[in-house]
């Protein structure tokens, strides 16, 4: 797993930039903007279930913080086709992306980073297991927004310190912590307004933090690349 793992915190930072049914922040949204991905959770990483590249369906990850898409080589021998290749998000829906080529230790054969959604905005809903492209504006309401400058982030709270971290859907963990060594440890935790309390997290050698699924998933999670805003919305489906 710590080999996995490795294989694509290595490529992120390769690829990164310099009582009644809740109401969901976006249920205003015309349909016609909007197309929905659906995803499945496999070793807490969020597969694509539906889209292709070239035609070829495989095992294709989401990673909100990479700026640019990647490719395994052993999946890109197989397409028969030079770059920029046709990643098709739906049957109506497609787009021409130039991804880097790099291996992905096994993890899958791609990863979809920022630029398949270009300057428009994505939804992740970890309960209904969707991922919503949007053309349109992000809807805010009732999100706790932060406007980032580099790779999207939100402002979390640890042990009483506001700091800023990456959004990282290619992270599993909770949280990673910089640090000049690596470890484990413990850390109070507040992000979104909510309080998490003590929670286990991940100390290693990175120049900022970066909240991963396990916290992630506790939200409706959504990414304006356009207009560099990100919105948290407490999903009260999902217990804490």
Not at 90 to 115: H, I, Q
Not at 172 to 197: E, I, N, W, Y
Request: with cysteine; glycine share 8%.
């Amino acid at each position: 797993m710590y080999s996995k793992l490795k294989a694509i915190a290595t490529a992120a930072v390769a690829l990164s930039w310099i009582g009644c049914a809740p109401v969901l922040p976006w249920h205003d949204e015309p349909v016609a903007s909007e197309v929905n991905i659906a995803f499945t959770i496999h070793n807490n990483l969020l597969f694509l279930s539906t889209p292709t590249i070239e035609n070829h369906r495989g095992r294709f990850f989401l990673s909100t913080a990479s700026a640019r898409s990647a490719i395994d080589p052993q999946f890109a021998a197989t397409l028969q086709a030079r770059p920029p290749f046709t990643f098709a998000i739906s049957e109506k829906e497609s787009l021409r992306v130039e991804p880097v080529v790099v291996s992905l230790g096994g993890t899958g054969d791609a990863m979809f980073g920022a630029d398949v959604w270009g300057r428009h905005s994505i939804t992740i809903d970890y309960h209904a297991g969707l991922v919503t492209y949007q053309k349109q504006r992000m809807e805010p309401a009732a999100m706790t927004l932060h406007r980032f400058s580099g790779a999207p982030a939100v402002l979390i709270d640890v042990d009483g310190k506001k700091v800023e971290a990456i959004v990282d859907t290619a992270l599993p963990d909770t949280l990673v912590l910089p640090a000049a060594k690596p470890s484990r440890g413990t850390a109070h935790v507040q992000m979104g307004g909510t309080d998490f309390g003590t929670i286990d997290v991940q100390y290693a050698s990175v120049a900022q933090p970066r909240a991963g699924n396990r916290l992630l998933s506790r939200f409706l999670v959504s990414i304006d690349y356009g207009q560099r805003v990100t919105g948290l919305w407490r999903d009260p489906r999902i217990p804490l």
